[in-house]
């Protein structure tokens, strides 16, 4: 047997405890000292789902690509300011724009995304992986400038 993660049910990033390597769960305030995981399903419902770490890491992979987003045009403000609120990471050239993430996450290693079109002060921002490939990047962002 090996030690499963509970998650409540839809998955929102998060975990609510984890069983032992028998699979029984200890929870403060019970009567008894541990319960199985079917006596917990049965005393607090099917809204709990009991998962391994691959299990546990696909549904985390899910959820965090839920936050990845299209670029959209925002104002040359919003775009500057994201540029000083924060040092900017990975500050360079994308083919023919400018752009950086902020260094703070969103969640996981989700962060916005900043670009300008120098010729035109057009910018852009998105929500994507901090560790997006650049050339993926460029493919995201060419059609948004043309």
């Known amino acids: 047997m090996e030690a499963l993660t509970c998650i409540k049910l839809p998955f929102n990033g998060y975990i609510e405890f ?3 390597k028998n699979q029984m769960i200890k929870i403060a305030g019970l009567d008894v000292d541990k319960i199985s995981i079917s006596q917990f399903i049965k005393k607090f419902g099917e809204k709990f789902k009991f998962v391994n770490d691959d299990e546990l890491n696909k549904l985390y992979e899910k959820y965090y690509k839920s936050f990845i987003t299209d670029p959209s045009e925002i104002p040359y403000e919003k775009y500057n300011d994201a540029l000083n609120v924060l040092p900017p ?13 902020l260094s703070e996450r969103y969640t ?5 995304w900043y670009f300008i079109n120098p010729i035109n002060n057009k910018c852009i921002s998105f929500m994507d992986d901090a560790e997006i490939k650049p050339v993926e990047i460029i493919n995201k962002i060419e059609f948004y400038f043309k």
């Open 108 to 112: 996981g290693n989700i962060v916005y």
């Open 89 to 101: 990471c990975k500050y360079k050239s994308y083919g023919s724009y400018l752009g950086f993430h």
């Open 18 to 20: 984890t069983t032992d």
